[in-house]
Each structure stands twice: as structure tokens, then as C-alpha cells.
């Protein structure tokens, strides 16, 4: 059991229209439908991932408390839905875990690192079965049930992977612009 790979990352921006001109023009991302006032998800030229990269807007940088620009989390994929229960086991017993997610194509943790640093674990849906958690009206984010996961995927169903391009295209070819 292990962590596979980085799935993305997300950065705290102080200016969203800034950034995202800068990620899309100069790297080549393509920002995804979808998102929330604030915020966006960005897409690499050549990835099948629901998403390479979150940019969250805080405004211009202060010195007081609370978030600022920078890397918000790193988010750590695992290769089955048994080995995200182990870890939030393990997390809930260093006392690092500080939430769980379902967002459809992933099922996620969230943690903390001694220093603080924010984290999340996360196992992809298949491919072949992200249309069927990504629908029209399903809410982005829900509760996370594991056991209910398990016995949708099974324990040891792997992660991902993130291959099929159209995939993708066809599930934002159905959300309302």
C-alpha cells in the first residue's frame, strides 16, 4: 500500500484573471466548465484527470491570518478504496485527518501535516464508471461513505486511471454553459 502519485494541486491566487491568463496562455492549461465565484479548475494540454490544477482567488496578499497566495494542498492518490480506509484510519489516529469528500470522479481525504500543511488522499472513479458519478444536478461535493464506496467498487478496485480523454469531453458536453 502506498501513495501512487500527485493527482493536482491548488494554489491560493490574489488575482483569479491573472492567473488563469497566465496558467492557459503561457503553460497551456484549459480552464474546465464549472467551478464556483472565485475559483477555477484547470485541465493540463495532455490530461485525462478531472483536474491538474484549482486556483482559488483571496485577493491581494496581507500579513494577517488566514489563507494567502500560494499552495493550498497537494492532493496524494492511492491505488483502491481499501487503502483510502486504511488511511483515514491512520490519519484519524495521528490525529491529522480534517475531512472526507465525495466529489463524484473522487473520493477524498483531508489532512493536516505537523506544520500545518494541508493535504488530501485521494481514489479515482474508473473511467469507465465517471459518467455514471458525474451527472447534471449532483451536487459537487457530498459526504464521503466509504463502506457505501466499497460496495458500489469494490475494496480493491484500482485507482483511475485517467486515460480516456472523451471521457471527459462528453461529461462537460452535458452540463448546461
Same mark, same amino acid.
Given at each position: 500500500?502506498?501513495?501512487?502519485?500527485?493527482?493536482?494541486?491548488?494554489?491560493?491566487?490574489?488575482?483569479?484573471?491573472?492567473?488563469?491568463?497566465?496558467?492557459?496562455?503561457?503553460?497551456?492549461?484549459?480552464?474546465?466548465?464549472?467551478?464556483?465565484?472565485?475559483?477555477?479548475?484547470?485541465?493540463?494540454?495532455?490530461?485525462?484527470?478531472?483536474?491538474?490544477?484549482?486556483?482559488?482567488?483571496?485577493?491581494?496578499?496581507?500579513?494577517?491570518?488566514?489563507?494567502?497566495?500560494?499552495?493550498?494542498?497537494?492532493?496524494?492518490?492511492?491505488?483502491?478504496?481499501?487503502?483510502?480506509? $486504511?488511511?483515514?484510519?491512520?490519519? $484519524?489516529?495521528?490525529?491529522?485527518? $480534517?475531512?472526507?469528500?465525495?466529489?463524484?470522479? $473522487?473520493?477524498?481525504?483531508?489532512?493536516?501535516?505537523?506544520?500545518?500543511?494541508?493535504?488530501?488522499?485521494?481514489?479515482?472513479?474508473?473511467?469507465?464508471?465517471?459518467?455514471?458519478?458525474?451527472?447534471?444536478?449532483?451536487?459537487?461535493?457530498?459526504?464521503?461513505?466509504?463502506?457505501?464506496?466499497?460496495?458500489?467498487?469494490?475494496?480493491?478496485?484500482?485507482?483511475?486511471?485517467?486515460?480516456?480523454?472523451?471521457?471527459?469531453?462528453?461529461?462537460?458536453?452535458?452540463?448546461?454553459?
Amino acid at each position: 500500500m502506498g501513495i501512487h502519485r500527485l493527482n493536482h494541486a491548488v494554489l491560493f491566487v490574489s488575482d483569479l484573471a491573472r492567473s488563469l491568463a497566465f496558467y492557459e496562455n503561457v503553460l497551456g492549461f484549459r480552464k474546465l466548465p464549472g467551478g464556483f465565484a472565485g475559483a477555477a479548475f484547470l485541465q493540463a494540454a495532455e490530461s485525462a484527470n478531472d483536474h491538474d490544477l484549482g486556483l482559488f482567488e483571496i485577493g491581494p496578499t496581507t500579513q494577517s491570518a488566514g489563507p494567502r497566495v500560494g499552495l493550498y494542498h497537494l492532493a496524494w492518490e492511492v491505488g483502491s478504496l481499501s487503502e483510502l480506509a $486504511t488511511m483515514r484510519d491512520r490519519l $484519524t489516529a495521528a490525529g491529522a485527518l $480534517t475531512g472526507a469528500s465525495n466529489h463524484g470522479s $473522487t473520493k477524498a481525504l483531508y489532512a493536516q501535516d505537523p506544520d500545518g500543511i494541508e493535504f488530501e488522499v485521494c481514489w479515482l472513479v474508473p473511467d469507465a464508471k465517471v459518467a455514471d458519478e458525474l451527472v447534471p444536478g449532483m451536487p459537487p461535493t457530498r459526504p464521503l461513505d466509504i463502506p457505501a464506496e466499497i460496495a458500489r467498487y469494490g475494496a480493491d478496485t484500482p485507482s483511475g486511471p485517467r486515460t480516456d480523454h472523451t471521457v471527459w469531453e462528453q461529461i462537460f458536453a452535458r452540463r448546461p454553459r
